[in-house]
């Protein structure tokens, strides 16, 4: 409906209730914008959330720059690249954290019950699956190695979509997988066995993905942006405190089975983000050499 | 003598004189499409057969490919729900949209380029740089232009079967016989009737290839745009029974794709037999 | 020498135009998805010699040629059959429009089951693309051989793989070559297709790369790459036809030359 | 009305260079009927395809109506030695005769006329709705000629239009042509390896030469314009003339050695006398 | 050797049910050449495909060497009267006659021997490189018979097949059949339209009638077994020969209109009289 309409279009209304979309990827770490729509905390700021899912940055991204959407989510990483490469998109919220328990997070590196690799050092001249190749998934992996005395630059990382990991890792075509829920849960139900929680080696209490917004819209509708952030912390605070309803809004938006769900790990919800572990990961970046220039964290969040 | 002999039972047997017209009564075709129907769904029915074996004899974990019964039951679970009904017509939608527009701007570009002099020539390079351009590296493209809209998965959906549509109007065109077109030519056809008359007809069988090659890859790009793009449909119904490793489920969307396919073709083949009719390749089987 | 500079002038004029228009209507492009012209250009000079050039081009090309030539045997070979008997026909035709309905992004995971995550499994997944068209045109053409070529084929005698080089691949000729073409372009899109799972290198990988990491210059360009690989390729899919097919260009050429 | 001048035709193949006719000159008056004759291969359907616009000589001219001809000329018909390619597939007989009178934008029911009249004439009143391949090749060779004759064409081309029929059906349309072409005054083009139907149907013969291709003769047949089967072929003049027809085919043939061997790497040449003893034994 | 008992061949169409041939009944002896004639349309190709075992008749059947044919017999060759057709347009001249005989498995050098006598009887010895389409279509049909004569057949069947070419080569190339039949004794069926060629060429004429087609007459040509185009087509008993054979096909066709009337709506039945006065004016 919105055709080449322009940000600013949404904001003209001030009558009315802004009509905002935004652009998700239909798994776990999103629930809480989902709950937050179903509580009316976005309706009570006077905006009507659209829920629009794409299959990651290739979708999301330019729906965002070109206005089609007015909010995004992704990785940490994605937004740093992106930053490095002066995308107009400023970080607006939090949008997932790592739990920051070793051996109890939302994503982990696991292997099959019988490999012979037994912590993260043994990775080394082993294929590993990631989901995206020079993005959090190898970096954080690497640091894991490091931290566990081994050599990161032997890791063979391949890359394999998470739903297509569990298939991989049973195969045998890569020797451990960077798996995240559902999928971890699935693993550990056949037996796989977590070696290393990358995340929780990166930082305590990594932010692992935000929402985003465009510069465009972030300077021309900056109350907008405040009422979303707003409504969005108070969904975060929320559905961090009540797992069960998390739990329940899962089986809406996704075909999780009902098992499944009441197994899974859920990550951490916390309403800001955390600013050093971002700068750690950037840091990390910049050594396994994602960036092209140092990220300025700055800048992606003013 | 013969010739008495056949004088007289001409009277008898108005039937089994020459040439006598008759309603298509005894009608071997409709005889033939019964069996041409067993004959199909034998072959679907090996096709799942052993789909649902593989599993089950252990070739492949059915935790990852499950049985055909296991997909059966989510497909089940599936066309229960109004929302499945409404993914199927979502991408029915773009489907029969994206064909109809790729079909008709493909013959016509096809006839305008062979038709118009030294335009074949001018063109070729540009087509053939063109065409290997996947679609999916449009996606960033459509979705800056069009959002998550119907119209992203069109112009994507278009951009494919366009030139599968085009090239096959560019060989049935060269197709014309030479001597069928001379006649025309002499006949003082102006260049539309020679196009409607000999050259159409000389390429259908081609455009129907087209057509068919066409439909199937309008069905999966408006599957893969709905799944990457997130815009609504069965795709985007796939994209999440995946990320949700709801493998029989994602199964049994798959399937519906599949038949989907099967349908169209089905749908096809029958115009072919009306249009195609005098053709070789259809009228060839009547003897048989 | 004239009719050569005319050969070159037909290739490269359409072309020329595009890219002059491209050029003019991105020269001070703001769009962060629309880089100027020269900057794509600039960054195709950066991106594609060199290493990148044996690293992600070459093993990609010779996975799309022993897709691509695999595609051919085998959509031939099925079509063949397939066009032939009326039975085998009807029994397939379902199971086989079936699997084409099937997006190689579903398709690929099912694959990777079987074939892991190698080159093998990239090359399948090519052979499973462009097969559609060739076996779609092959069956088509074989159905359409002449009736009395046909007779007389057969009251001489000629059975078996006589009537089959000699008949039934002559005569369906042209819509296989048809085919070929079509499943050219096909082979390159799932080559890019089948680098964006469990891919380390490649053209296809790089593009995505590239896209992922908001390089929209450097994907530009290797879009234009994937344009230029088409284009020659078709030169030489061309060439081969030239001399496969002289007879049919005669055949329907001749008449014309009013 | 219709002038040949210098008319050569040389088909330049990648391997294979022909020249198909060397040197024609002739012409034909308005309303004439003309017969061709000549030995197999030597140029006559070349001539008739230049003539109808349909092919480019490559060089000299032909002339319509003092008009240099560079496409098909309106009112033109032609029957075509292809017959079976001639014709429409796609279409039934009806609609294949019909096809030209459609473009002359004629109204129905005189389409429907000349249609019908045309194909009672050459004996397929019932096989309106076969298509062509559901035919016997007669069937179809008479369908071709029902289409030139229901178009009314002011100038018709025959390349041997009664080749595939038998002997009585041949007679019939003989007499079917001579018919229209008294009614109508068309100029008529009529190529036959009949030697009889040449002298019994035309007011001249032209004879062709072997190639390197040349016009050997024309003959002007000095027979009553009211010709009939029986007692025409009985005249002792037709008997005479067709004997000299014959003969200068045979003349032809056997003289198309001798300048051939100046240019013998022209193929297509055509000594058409088998040599039996080299005949597979 | 070969016995046609009781023929028929129904063509069901969609729109159209044909009874091409009704019932026949006749039998050539081993090394005979018989002939046949027959109005246009009236099954003589439809009876050539069922004796070809290319075509499985309606009902009666067809034997040879007393086994019932249900394919295309070994050492059978056969000239279709669509000569264009029949011949492969992606190889040249010399590959089309040589291809029957790539299928015998026979050494390479006699094949060339045979390809090239074949070409050079039917006077194509200059053409071997061209392809079809580059010949005219006489020469198209002479390759056609090259075809069947290089393969050296112990039965040859032949559907018009001097229908494109001119008088005289027709006369070579009559000599060269009935040659051919004299060193290797092949069993010849030859379909015509010519009825002097019938008589000329034949040990016997088979008449057939219109449609509904039946053996209207057999006829034995008691002409002395050495033939000859001038003595032979002179002699008073052709002559009476050929006048008997033009009267019955005469009468086949008179009467064929008689069951007609009882079922008017009758298609491809074959009146080919046309009414003149019905000719489009
Ligand atoms: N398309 C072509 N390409 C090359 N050569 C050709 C072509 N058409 C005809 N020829 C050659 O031109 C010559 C004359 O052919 P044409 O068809 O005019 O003969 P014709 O007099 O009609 O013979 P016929 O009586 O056998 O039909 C022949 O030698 C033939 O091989
Ligand atoms: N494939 C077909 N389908 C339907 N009817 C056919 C088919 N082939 C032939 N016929 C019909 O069968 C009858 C006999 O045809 P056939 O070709 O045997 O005649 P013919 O004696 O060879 O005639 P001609 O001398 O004109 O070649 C005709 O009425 C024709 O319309
Ligand atoms: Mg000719
Ligand atoms: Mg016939």
Redo the contacts between chains.
């Keep these: 409906?919105?055709?080449?309409s322009d940000s600013s279009e949404t904001t003209a209304s001030d009558d009315g209730p802004a009509s905002v979309?935004v652009?998700v990827?239909?798994?776990v770490d999103v629930a809480p914008i989902y709950l937050g729509k179903e509580k009316g905390f976005f309706s009570n700021r006077n905006i009507d959330l659209t829920l629009?899912?794409?299959?990651g940055g290739?979708?999301i991204?330019?729906?965002v720059?070109?206005g089609?959407?007015q909010f995004g989510f992704s990785n940490v990483t994605s937004l740093m690249i992106a930053q490095t490469e002066n995308v107009p998109i400023k970080a607006v919220v939090n949008g997932v954290a790592s739990t920051g328990q070793p051996g109890a997070d939302f994503g982990a590196v696991v292997v099959r019950a019988d490999s012979p690799i037994q912590s993260a050092k043994d990775l080394a001249g082993k294929k590993v699956a990631v989901n995206t190749l020079k993005n959090i998934g190898d970096t954080s992996i690497r640091e894991s190695v490091r931290k566990d005395g081994g050599d990161p630059s032997g890791v063979q990382f391949v890359e394999i979509?998470?739903?297509q990991m569990?298939?991989a890792l049973?195969g045998g075509q890569v020797d451990a997988a960077w798996v995240v829920e559902?999928?971890l849960s699935?693993v550990k139900a056949?037996g796989g066995r977590v070696i290393a929680s990358n995340f929780v080696d990166v930082a305590p209490d990594l932010t692992v993905a935000l929402y985003f917004t465009s510069a465009k819209l972030a300077q021309e509708d900056p109350d907008l942006v405040k009422r979303f952030v707003e409504a969005m912390q108070e969904s975060l605070a929320y559905a961090d405190s009540n797992p069960d309803e998390v739990r329940r809004i899962i089986g809406t938006?996704?075909?999780?089975?009902a098992a499944?769900v009441a197994a899974l790990t859920l990550p951490k919800w916390p309403a800001e983000y955390n600013r050093a572990s971002l700068e750690a990961l950037a840091r990390l970046g910049q050594q396994d050499g994602l960036f092209g220039s140092a990220p300025e964290l700055d800048k992606l969040f003013s | 003598m013969?010739?008495s002999?056949?004088?007289g039972d001409?009277?008898t047997s108005?039937?089994?004189?020459?040439?006598?017209?008759?309603a298509?009564g005894?009608?071997?075709?409709r005889r033939r499409s019964g069996?041409?129907l067993?004959?199909?769904?034998?072959?679907?029915a090996?096709?799942f057969g052993v789909l649902e074996l593989l599993p089950r004899v252990g070739v492949?974990?059915a935790?990852?490919?499950p049985p055909t019964s296991r997909v059966v039951e989510a497909l089940a679970a599936e066309v229960v729900e109004p929302a499945f009904w409404v993914a199927v017509s979502d991408t029915l939608t773009s489907w029969i949209l994206g064909l109809a527009i790729a079909t008709a701007a493909g013959i016509a570009a096809g006839v305008l380029i062979s038709v118009v002099p030294?335009l074949r020539?001018?063109?070729?390079?540009?087509i053939?740089?063109?065409?290997?351009?996947?679609?999916?590296?449009l996606?960033?493209?459509a979705?800056?232009?069009?959002?998550?809209?119907l119209r992203s998965t069109l112009l994507l959906v278009v951009y494919?079967s366009f030139?599968?549509v085009l090239?096959?109007v560019l060989?049935?065109v060269?197709?014309?016989?030479?001597?069928?077109?001379?006649?025309a030519?002499?006949?003082?056809?102006?260049r539309w009737?020679r196009i409607r008359?000999?050259l159409w007809?000389t390429a259908?069988?081609?455009v129907?290839?087209g057509v068919?090659?066409a439909a199937?890859v309008a069905?999966?790009?408006a599957?893969?745009a709905e799944?990457?793009?997130?815009t609504p449909g069965l795709?985007?119904r796939?994209?999440?029974?995946?990320?949700?490793?709801?493998v029989p489920?994602?199964y049994a969307l798959?399937a519906v794709?599949?038949?989907?396919?099967?349908l169209?073709?089905v749908g096809v083949?029958l115009l072919e037999r009306r249009v195609l009719?005098?053709?070789?390749?259809?009228?060839?089987?009547?003897v048989? | 020498m004239i009719r050569v500079a005319r050969q070159v002038g037909?290739?490269?004029?359409?072309?020329a135009v595009?890219f002059t228009a491209w050029w003019l209507a991105t020269a001070d492009s703001e769009n962060f998805?629309f880089p100027p012209l020269s900057a794509i250009l600039e960054a195709f000079g950066e991106v594609w010699t060199g290493r990148r050039l044996a690293d992600d081009v070459l093993p990609s090309v010779a996975r799309l040629a022993v897709g691509y030539l695999a595609a051919l045997a085998l959509g031939v070979g099925l079509g063949v059959v397939i066009g032939s008997y009326?039975?085998v026909r009807?029994?397939?035709?379902?199971?086989l429009?079936?699997?084409?309905?099937?997006?190689?992004?579903?398709l690929v995971p099912?694959i990777m089951?079987?074939a892991g995550i190698g080159d093998g499994m990239k090359v399948l997944v090519i052979v499973c693309g462009c097969i559609?068209?060739i076996l779609?045109?092959t069956v088509?053409g074989v159905?359409?051989?002449?009736?009395v070529l046909a007779e007389a084929t057969r009251s001489y005698g000629i059975r078996g793989f006589g009537r089959l080089r000699h008949l039934v691949l002559g005569s369906a000729s042209?819509?296989i070559?048809?085919g070929a073409?079509?499943a050219?372009?096909i082979g390159?899109?799932l080559m890019?297709?089948s680098e964006?799972f469990a891919a380390s290198n490649g053209l296809?990988f790089a593009?995505v790369q590239f896209?992922r990491t908001f390089a929209i210059s450097e994907?530009w360009s290797?879009?234009l790459l994937?344009?230029?690989?088409?284009?020659t390729l078709?030169?030489v899919l061309r060439a081969v036809e030239a001399r496969a097919l002289a007879w049919y260009h005669g055949?329907?050429?001749?008449?014309?030359s009013s | 009305m219709l002038d040949v001048r210098g008319l050569q035709k040389v088909y330049e193949g990648r391997e294979r260079r022909v020249e198909a006719v060397r040197d024609l000159t002739f012409s034909l008056e308005a309303g004439e009927l003309a017969c061709l004759v000549g030995p197999s291969g030597c140029g006559k359907t070349t001539l008739l395809?230049c003539v109808?616009?349909?092919l480019a000589p490559t060089s000299g001219e032909v002339r319509l109506n003092g008009r240099p001809v560079d496409?098909?000329p309106?009112?033109?018909?032609?029957v075509?030695q292809?017959y079976g390619?001639?014709?429409?597939?796609?279409?039934n007989v009806y609609d294949n005769v019909e096809?030209?009178l459609?473009?002359?934008r004629m109204p129905k029911a005189r389409r429907r006329e000349l249609v019908h009249d045309a194909l009672a004439a050459v004996g397929l009143a019932?096989?309106h709705?076969?298509?062509p391949?559901q035919l016997s090749g007669g069937m179809q060779q008479r369908v071709a000629i029902a289409?030139a004759v229901a178009?009314e064409p002011s100038v018709l081309?025959m390349d041997e239009p009664f080749a595939a029929v038998d002997a009585q059906t041949r007679a019939d349309l003989e007499d079917l042509i001579r018919d229209l072409w008294h009614k109508l005054r068309v100029t008529v083009l009529f190529i036959t390896h009949d030697i009889d139907e040449a002298v019994y149907l035309g007011q001249r013969v032209l004879i062709l030469s072997s190639s390197p291709t040349v016009v050997q003769e024309q003959l002007t047949i000095d027979l009553p314009d009211e010709r009939d089967q029986l007692t025409t072929r009985a005249d002792p003049r037709f008997t005479s003339l067709r004997t000299h027809v014959y003969e200068q085919i045979q003349a032809a043939k056997r003289n198309a050695g001798t300048p051939q061997e100046e240019a013998p790497e022209v193929a297509g040449s055509d000594d058409t006398r088998p040599d039996l003893d080299r005949t597979p034994a």
Excluded at chain 2, 38 to 44: C, F, R
Excluded at chain 2, 128 to 137: C, D, K, M, Q, Y
Excluded at chain 3, 90 to 95: G, K, N
Aim: charged residues 15%; glycine residues 10%.
């Design positions: 409906a919105c055709g080449s979309k652009g990827i239909p798994i629009e899912t794409g299959q290739a979708a991204v330019p729906g720059l070109s089609q959407f979509g998470f739903p569990p298939a049973d559902p999928s699935v056949k938006y996704t075909q999780i089975d499944t | 013969t010739m002999d056949s004088a001409g009277t108005a039937v089994a004189v020459p040439g006598a017209l008759t298509s005894v009608s071997p075709p069996t041409t067993g004959y199909g769904l034998a072959g679907l090996v096709f492949v974990s935790d990852y490919l030294h020539a001018v063109t070729a390079s540009t053939e740089f063109l065409r290997p351009i996947p679609s999916v590296a996606i960033p493209l979705v800056l232009l069009y959002g998550t809209d494919a030139w599968q090239i096959q060989y049935g060269q197709d014309v016989d030479p001597v069928a077109d001379d006649t030519r002499s006949y003082g056809l102006n009737a008359h000999v007809p259908l069988p081609y129907m290839t068919r090659l199937a069905l999966v790009l599957i893969t799944l990457i793009i997130g795709g985007s796939i994209a999440v029974a995946q990320t949700s490793n709801a489920a994602m798959v794709t599949g038949l989907l396919g099967v169209i073709n083949r009719s005098w053709h070789q390749s259809v009228r060839g089987e009547v048989l | 037909l290739i490269v004029g359409l072309p595009i998805y009326r039975r009807a029994a397939t035709e379902p199971v429009e079936f699997l084409r309905a099937i997006p190689p992004p579903v099912v089951l079987f559609w068209p779609l045109n088509e159905r359409a051989v002449d009736g042209p819509q070559f048809a073409r079509q050219l372009s390159i899109i890019v297709i964006m296809g593009i896209q994907m290797g879009i994937l344009g230029l690989l088409g284009f078709s030169l055949l329907r050429r001749t008449q014309r | 395809k109808a616009g349909l496409g098909p309106p009112g033109m018909a032609v075509f292809e390619r001639s014709l429409f597939a796609w279409m096809l030209p459609r473009q002359k019932d096989a709705r076969a298509y391949w289409r178009y081309l």
